[in-house]
C-alpha cells in the first residue's frame, strides 16, 4: 500500500532576502493571480549548485521531485551538502509548503529534523514527551503507556525532570528519537541528527528503526551521509543532486551513484573541494594494474602514481604522503604512508607512486583519500579525490575466487592438518 506519494514538488527560493522579495514581486504576483496567470517567477531561476556564483535572484532548493513510498519501507535520501534532502524532508513533515506540487500521505508523520526539533527548552525532558505526543494526535493515557519505554531507551532517566535547555546536544537527540519512534507514527522522517549521538545510541537507533519497519510495518524516511547506515537499514534509496533526483532504485547502485558524482576526473589542477596551504599538492593521478594499461586485479601488481605541484622544492625527508583506501559504504579498507618508511632521499619531490607487489583487494569499487604534509604542516587534503575498480583475480592460484561479499581484503594464509 502506498503510503506517501510526492507529486512534482518543487520549492523556490529568493536568495539574499527574507521573505518574497520586493513590493513590485508582490503586486506582479497578485496581478497574475486576478488574470488567473502562472505566477511569473516561476519561470525564473537557477539551479542550486552553491559552488557556482548566482546568475539569478531565485533559486530551486527542489525541482520536480516525484516518487513513491509502500508501507514498511525505509527510504534513504542521499546526496552532497546543499542537494535538496533536508528541504525534502522539510516539505514531507508540513515544516514548510511547496512552491509547486503535491505531498499525499496516510496515517501520523513524526519527525526529528534538527537538534531539539519540537522541544520547548523550558520544559522539563518528561514535560517535552508529553507535549510531542500531543502534537500528534496521541491521548494523555496512551503516551503514559510509551512513557517508560522512552525514558529507558534514551538513557536519559536521571535527568528527565530537568528542563532541556540544561541537556547536552546529544541527550536532546536521544529523547527527540525515543519519543518519535515509541509514539507510533505511521511515517517515521529522520534526517543526519543521529549524527550527533554517539556510537552505541547510533547502533541502537539503527536497530530500532529496523524494528519499526520490518516488525511494526511502519515507514521511515532516513537521510544520511553514513553510507554503511544507509546500506544496512534502507530497502531502497533517492540520490539528489542541485535539486533534482538523478537515480532511484537499488540501494548499492545508489550509494556508489552518489560517490561517483563529480569523481570521474583524474585531473586536479582545478580540483576546488580540496584543504591545504597548497605548497605541494596533486595535480594528477592514474591508478594502473600489472601494466600500465591494465585495470587493477587481484594478486596481481597495483600502482598508484601522483604527479605533485611543488611549488617551494621540497624534498622527500620533509614531505609525508597518505592515502586512504575506503569501499563503497565509507568503511576504512587499507592506510598508506610514505612515514612508515625510510625517507632518506634528497631528491625533489615531483612524482610518488605507491605501489603493491600483490593486490589483496577483492573484486569491487574502491574510493582514494589524499593527505599531505609539508614540514608537518596541512599541504593537500582531498577527501574521495577518486574511485577506482579492481576486477576479481585468483589470489590463491587454485582456480577458485572469493566471492565479494564475503571480503573485502584477501589474506595469503596457510592450514596444517595434524
Not at 283 to 309: C, D, R, Y
Request: charged fraction near 25%.
Amino acid at each position: 500500500m502506498t503510503i506517501l506519494k510526492a507529486e512534482n514538488i518543487s520549492k523556490q527560493y529568493r536568495l539574499g532576502l527574507v521573505g518574497t522579495g520586493t513590493l513590485s514581486h508582490d503586486l506582479n504576483r497578485w496581478w497574475a493571480g486576478i488574470r488567473g496567470k502562472e505566477d511569473p517567477y516561476l519561470k525564473v531561476g537557477s539551479v542550486n549548485d552553491r559552488s557556482t556564483k548566482a546568475d539569478s535572484e531565485y533559486v530551486w532548493a527542489l525541482k520536480d521531485i516525484n516518487f513513491e513510498v509502500q508501507q514498511g519501507e525505509v527510504l534513504g535520501i542521499i546526496g552532497k551538502n546543499g542537494a535538496g534532502k533536508s528541504t525534502l524532508l522539510k516539505i514531507l513533515s508540513r515544516v514548510t509548503i511547496p512552491t509547486t506540487g503535491e505531498i499525499k500521505t496516510k496515517g501520523r508523520i513524526a519527525s526529528l529534523l534538527e537538534v531539539g526539533t519540537g522541544f520547548h527548552p523550558e520544559l522539563t525532558g518528561r514535560e517535552n514527551i508529553y507535549l510531542n505526543g500531543a502534537i500528534l494526535g496521541m491521548s494523555k493515557a496512551e503516551i503514559k503507556s510509551k512513557e517508560a519505554e522512552i525514558i529507558d531507551f534514551s538513557g536519559c532517566e536521571r535527568y528527565v525532570d530537568t528542563p532541556v535547555k540544561r541537556y547536552s546536544s546529544g541527550m536532546r537527540v536521544r529523547l527527540a528519537f525515543a519519543v518519535a519512534a515509541f509514539l507510533e507514527p505511521d511515517i517515521l522522517v529522520i534526517d543526519e541528527v543521529l549524527a550527533v549521538g554517539d556510537a552505541e545510541f547510533q547502533k541502537k537507533a539503527i536497530g530500532k528503526m529496523q524494528d519499526i519497519s520490518k516488525g511494526d510495518g511502519r515507514t521511515v524516511l532516513f537521510v544520511s551521509h553514513n553510507m554503511a547506515a544507509v546500506k544496512s537499514l534502507c530497502t531502497r534509496a533517492i540520490v539528489l543532486e542541485h535539486g533534482k533526483t538523478v537515480f532511484e532504485g537499488a540501494v548499492e547502485i545508489a550509494i556508489n551513484k552518489y560517490l561517483d558524482i563529480d569523481k570521474t576526473s583524474l585531473d586536479f589542477t582545478y580540483f576546488k573541494d580540496r584543504k591545504g596551504n597548497g605548497e605541494i599538492k596533486i595535480i594528477e593521478a592514474s591508478v594502473s594494474g600489472f601494466s600500465e594499461e591494465q585495470v587493477p586485479q587481484s594478486s596481481k601488481k597495483f600502482k598508484i602514481k601522483f604527479k605533485l605541484e611543488n611549488l617551494n622544492r621540497y624534498n622527500a625527508t620533509e614531505v609525508a604522503f597518505d592515502i586512504r583506501i575506503d569501499d563503497n559504504i565509507g568503511q576504512r579498507i587499507a592506510w598508506l604512508s610514505t612515514t612508515l618508511l625510510e625517507r632518506n632521499s634528497n631528491n625533489i619531490v615531483e612524482f610518488i607512486i605507491f605501489e603493491i607487489e600483490k593486490l589483496n583487494l577483492n573484486k569491487g569499487v574502491y574510493y582514494v583519500t589524499t593527505f599531505i604534509l609539508v614540514n608537518n604542516e596541512l599541504s593537500d587534503w582531498i577527501q574521495n579525490a577518486f574511485s577506482f575498480e579492481v576486477v576479481e583475480g585468483d589470489y590463491y592460484g587454485t582456480g577458485k575466487l572469493v566471492p565479494s561479499h564475503q571480503s573485502k581484503v584477501l589474506m595469503d594464509f596457510k592450514v596444517e592438518y595434524l
